[in-house]
């Protein structure tokens, strides 16, 4: 699966589907608008132009038509009717659903700056890349999401899935998406959230639903195995346990259940750190752990000062956690 770009008119799921189609209607009607405005006025320019055989005398004005005036206030009046009317129905189409009972529900939590994903259903507690099960149109099983933020306003975009909708403290937000192809879809932090709101990046992976329950069930298993010979791996595990880590930070298993950073259980099953900010390596991680602030300046989470030596053990402690 390689990244999909995050183009709004290549959507893959019905919100975003809908929303596509209804602005090409609405561009093909005001286009046609601006051919009939545009053309007129050239004809008009070309056929009224002023001529070397004018006599300097104004052409015979004319004044009042009712008929004229009927259909220029008319027309308009039914095509904005039009225009307003299957916009309504394509926003009840959308918003207007009730959440079918076979629906995955998510609660996002938009955080400075970075994605906290909750499956309550499923147990499941993950981090900036949401996965989810691809619904099929016939029966569709779509996504739920519940949007709450733990500080400032956020907006959760992925462009070929759904609209914006934003996260907003204190007050609880909806939307679902219904993807029909498996892929990876992108997208972003869509409302100016401070310093790193740029890096504050989000990537759906849409599985077929076999797929998704083995991911399912990879997620929902509780402690990381953590094999006990590997004194790298104990030492990392102390490191953690040992230090402010375990304030923000929660690894099923250990004495860490902070929710101020992102859950690190299945940290390895991811693709990115940092919301997107770099790919998940042994290299980046080590970078991350060593300065925050160089990879993402003005993240949250900071430089630990940590020794060289336990950094290796640290990391070596987080690659052990699929
Ligand atoms: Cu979060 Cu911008």
Redesign the pocket.
Known sequence: MGDAPANIFAAVSAPASRTSELSLFVLAVTGAIFFVVFGLTIVAVVRFRRRDTDDGREPPQVYGSNQLETAWTVVPVLIVLVLALTTARVIQSIQGVTRPANAIDVIVI????WWELRYPGLGIVTANELHVPVSDPLAPTPTWLTLLSAD????FWVPRLAGKTD?IPNRVNHMWIAPTAPGVYVG???????TQ??K?LLRVYVHPRDEFERWAQAQRQGDPQVPSELDAVVAGRRVFESNACINCHSVAGTVGNGRYGPDLTHLMSRATLAAGAAPLSPETLRAWIRDPNGIKPGAHMPAMKLTEQQIDQLVQFLLTLH
């Open positions: 938009g955080h400075q700056w400032v306003a956020h907006s996260l972003q932090c869509a409302e100016y959230c401070g709101h740029a504050m």
